[in-house]
């Protein structure tokens, strides 16, 4: 069994892939094909925002609206300590400092309450100006917006949302990847929607905003051409050939893979119910399912449950074993054990299982056994 099956997908896709892909090697527009700003028109309409602006990775992404901000030394952004890396490392990369947070048990994402002491904290202290929140779509569900935007007003910060984890959630009929001033989300192969190697996309409505990423990504192009250098830039480009893949893949998402994930969700909380601590998926939204994530007692009980679906060939993964506030990288910040108590049981309790929109019922139910079985339930 794989954890995320992508050969599968291959094979259901493959004639339309291969084409798509062929396509490009024959008329050799390897670098901003027609295919890219087709794809941008597609997510823009797809996620319901007037801009989509592609790019060679989610860290990117990211890091490029932190460019558009100009956020930098002497600035605070309130990250939750519960993500990946690259949430917290971009804001680091400008100079600036991430202030973490904790985040909610129930949803993963960041805790509405524990923002605003946080930004009051630093108010208080001085030191720092804050600038910006990044709130993470963690697993695929989008984070808690009609408070974390509640907040962001308060204070007048501006918000981006990391949606790499999270394109096709939704919180009502708001879709993923439309909120804040800015949105994210990384096209790496196992995201929901993903390419065949790295690709990112930064989602906004604000004009002034497109046109300084469509600038950057490009060498700080102006108006009249590449070499026409009006800023300092860098080069950030998606393949066209990742775009031809992801065009197929947008179609497949929208028309069957996002509700045939969402069917295999429910499959795992029906089968294994009220027995073991599944995802929690608050009324009124969506999750992509980007992770389907079991909580443990403990941190013996899921070694044990880790071992024992090994054995009977189910891969499983730990997001995240460590925190962003204790990672080696920020011990400079001075966080210690103990800050963030939830975020920090979370890291010693979780564990994913296979989740993928190619999963079979039987599949399911053998994991589902499986993990029974190992719990003695
Ligand atoms: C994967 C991921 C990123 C980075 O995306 P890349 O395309 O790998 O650079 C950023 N934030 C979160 C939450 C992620 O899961």
């Known amino acids: 069994m794989e954890f995320r099956d992508l050969k599968r997908q291959y094979q259901c896709l493959k004639p339309q892939i291969d084409a798509a892909m062929m396509e490009v090697a024959q008329n050799c ?8 700003t087709e794809l941008e028109q597609q997510l823009a309409e797809y996620v319901g925002v007037k801009h989509c602006v592609t790019c060679a990775n989610g860290t990117d992404a990211l890091t490029m609206v932190m460019m558009a901000w100009n956020v930098q030394e002497g ?19 400008e100079g600036a400092t991430p202030v973490f ?34 709130a993470v779509d963690l697993f695929g569900q989008p ?26 959630g939704k919180m009502g009929e708001r879709t ?28 906004t409505n604000d004009d002034a905003t497109a046109e300084y990423l469509r600038s950057i990504r490009v060498h700080g192009k102006g108006s009249s051409g590449k070499y026409d250098n009006v800023r300092i830039g860098w080069n950030s480009r998606l393949d066209t050939i990742q775009a031809a893949i992801l065009q197929i893949k947008l179609k497949a998402f929208a028309e069957y893979e996002l509700k045939d994930v969402n069917k295999s969700a ?13 995802p929690v998926v608050p009324e009124g939204f969506y999750s992509s399912w980007a992770q389907y994530t079991l909580i443990l007692k403990d941190k013996e009980q899921r070694e044990h449950l880790q071992r024992e679906l090994k054995e009977q060939g189910i891969p499983t993964m730990i997001y995240y074993p460590k925190p962003m506030h204790l990672q080696t990288a920020f011990a400079e910040l001075g966080y210690k054990q103990g800050d963030f108590p939830v975020a920090e049981a979370l890291c010693e309790r979780v564990l994913a299982l296979p989740m993928h929109p190619y ?19």
């Open 266 to 278: 429910n499959l795992y909380t029906r089968y294994l119910g009220d027995q073991v601590k599944t």
């Open 359 to 377: 999963l079979d019922e039987s599949d399911i139910r053998f994991v589902c056994n499986a993990v029974k079985a190992a719990l003695d339930l």
């Open 75 to 93: 600035d605070a952004v309130f990250v939750p300590t519960f993500t990946f890396f690259a949430s917290a490392e971009v804001v680091a990369f």
């Open 176 to 203: 993923a990847c439309s909120f804040g001033n800015a949105a994210t989300t990384s096209f790496f192969p196992a995201k929901p929607l993903g390419c065949y190697g790295d690709g990112g996309a930064v989602f």
């Open 29 to 36: 527009n390897f670098i901003s094909g027609k295919q890219v």
């Open 143 to 168: 984070a808690d917006y009609d408070r974390i935007e509640a907040v962001c007003k308060k204070y007048n910060l501006l918000l981006l949302e990391d949606g790499a984890q999270g394109f096709g």
């Open 101 to 134: 947070v904790d985040v909610k048990e129930d949803t993963f994402n960041l805790d509405a309450d524990k923002l605003e002491q946080a930004i009051l904290q630093v108010q208080q202290e001085g030191k720092l100006k804050p600038k910006a929140v990044i």
